[in-house]
């Protein structure tokens, strides 16, 4: 069976932990850091480099370095997000035959489940070496506003790398676990999470060992590479207006910008101003040109900025109040995620919040050492710890006129089960199709489908005369079964709602032979 790790699976960096005598100890990368970049690439010998070292070289090999694969994950190639993504990426992204978000290289096509799949195949090695024993068994970090589609593809994208992935926690629920495990303490957090392509934010109370998540929001498109992009956007205006070309479309130079950007972005972290030089960085008609900017300040890069720190707040307001509290009720704010240490991130979170937040916490590590916390819940090491999740979205059925009507609403704890009753519209109408949504906008096409199926030979009758009740059941791993049964003659039709990652089983086991072979 093999050890457990927990594994945080961040658009940015991945944090490995394993529980070691009943503390979480956090595994180095090859390199001897306590993260490792995720970011995969192909080399002309046509071999996998992973981590740090598939970073160093993406500057000579811009199209073929894959990062921030967490963005595409479970997604469709016509998302709107995943168009402006594109336009910033030197890799190629396309559509896979079933429209999911792919990326092209040379090499071939890759769902983003393969590409993650290379990073966990990474950690489970790494894994292994440092403990001396074979890993069989991953808790692995979500965002906690993934859809189930997300959630699924990560999962899918364990079992191509040989782990069973035993639960998807979500990542500030298991920031909380990390925290709050020590502090044994009863308390409502605030666990405001900000990594590297996702914020998400959480209510969470814990009591006598019971963490009951009482509300979650966020946004799955919103992180430290949209501020790079910012920065990367102003720092190609100030060039084309200086030098008169657009260097907008050359993969490499848009490599070195990306990597002086984050660099810079970081450093304002604890500085007010820095420089940025990179020599080279095109020819124009006199000979080479260089891209500096000797003063780079602070305030600037707050500006440009200030849009997507000022995104942060609704989503916290909504949290607050769909856990029914206030800002004052809160006992510590927890902050996650590399991009929390930006001070004007900082600020926000005092503005929303109005406190001091918990500066006890390493926001790159918490969310690792939680999942492995949870690991350790599971094989019963630690015990009288119970994990109360929600469903972030809420779960409904198509009505007249594309309308969804929810039956289970948003921040709904689960394991749950709700009923609805619905009557039929038509005269004679034999038959009711029962289809699936997922999402919080009242017209079907604007949320996620899930699923349908067909409840037949329904009682001949007037409009309106025949109920069909319907029964969303949710079991704690989020797996969702509907009933639809007909009142007056008992009649059912139900099906299991099994997320789909846009992998077919058969494809995830030939993908996970595939690699167990090649490794
Ligand atoms: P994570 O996904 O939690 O690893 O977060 C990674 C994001 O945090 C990346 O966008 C980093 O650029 C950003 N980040 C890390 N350290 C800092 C820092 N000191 N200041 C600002 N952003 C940072």
Redesign the pocket.
């Known amino acids: 069976m093999g050890r457990m790790i927990g594994i945080d699976l ?4 991945c944090c490995i932990a394993v529980l070691q005598d009943g503390d979480a100890q956090v595994i180095n990368s090859r390199q001897g850091e306590r ?1 490792m970049p995720s970011v995969v690439a192909f080399s002309d010998e046509g071999t996998e480099i992973v981590g740090t070292t598939a970073q160093r070289q993406a500057v000579t090999n811009p199209n073929r370095t894959i990062f921030g694969v967490k963005r595409l994950i479970g997604r469709k190639f016509g998302d709107e997000e995943i168009e402006t993504w594109s336009e910033h990426v030197p890799y190629e992204i396309c559509a896979a035959p079933n429209g999911d978000a792919w990326v092209r290289t040379r090499d071939g096509d890759y769902s983003p489940q393969e590409i993650s799949a290379v990073i966990l195949q990474e950690i489970k090695a790494i894994a292994e070496d440092f403990l001396g024993e074979e890993i069989g068994e991953a808790v692995i970090t979500v965002p906690a506003y993934f859809n189930d589609s997300q959630r699924q593809a990560t999962k899918d994208a364990g079992t191509i790398a040989g782990l069973r992935v035993k639960n998807i926690v979500n990542e500030p629920t298991a920031a909380a676990l990390g925290y709050g495990i020590d502090k044994n303490r009863d308390q409502t957090l605030a666990i405001f999470d900000l ?3 996702t914020f998400d934010i959480t209510i969470l109370k814990t009591e006598g060992g019971v963490f009951e998540v009482l509300a979650t929001h966020g946004d799955t498109f919103l ?3 949209d ?2 992009r910012l920065l990367i956007e102003y720092l190609l205006d100030q060039f084309e207006g200086e030098c008169g070309e657009d260097i907008s479309d050359d993969p490499v130079a848009l490599q070195r910008l990306k990597e002086s950007a ?1 660099t810079a ?2 450093e ?3 500085t007010s101003t820095t420089s940025i030089n990179l020599p080279f960085i095109a020819t124009g008609p006199d000979g080479p040109l260089h891209l500096r900017v000797d003063v780079l300040e602070r305030t600037k890069v707050e500006r440009l900025c200030e849009q997507l720190i000022d995104r942060l707040e609704a989503p916290c307001k909504q949290a607050l109040a769909d856990a029914g509290i206030v800002a004052s009720d809160l006992d510590q704010v927890l902050l ?4 929390t ?2 001070p004007a991130v900082q600020a926000k979170v005092e503005e929303i919040f109005g406190k001091i937040t918990a500066k006890d916490v390493n ?2 590590e918490i969310v690792a050492v939680g999942a492995a916390t949870q690991c350790a819940i599971m094989t019963g090491e630690v015990q009288d710890v119970v994990l109360l999740d929600v469903t972030p979205h809420s779960l409904g059925v198509r009505v007249t006129e594309g309308r969804m009507s929810r039956v289970i609403e948003k921040n709904t704890t689960i394991p749950t089960s709700e009923k609805k009753l619905f009557a039929t519209t038509r005269d004679q109408q034999d038959h009711v199709e029962i289809s699936v949504y997922q999402g919080e906008d009242e017209l079907v096409d604007n949320n996620s489908y899930l699923g349908r199926f067909v409840l037949g030979d329904l009682p001949q009758a007037a409009a309106g005369k025949v109920n069909v009740e319907v029964t969303f059941l949710m079991d704690a791993d989020g797996v969702l079964n509907v009933k639809a049964r007909e009142v007056t003659t008992g009649r059912e039709a139900s099906v299991k709602i099994a997320p789909s990652s846009g992998l077919s089983k058969d494809e995830v086991r030939n993908l996970s032979n595939r690699r167990r072979k090649a490794s």
Request: net charge negative.
């Open positions: 961040g658009t940015t960096n993260t990594g590297g392509g992180g430290g590479d501020f790079d984050e972005k970081r304002l972290s604890s996650v995620g590399g991009m240490r930006m926001p790159d």
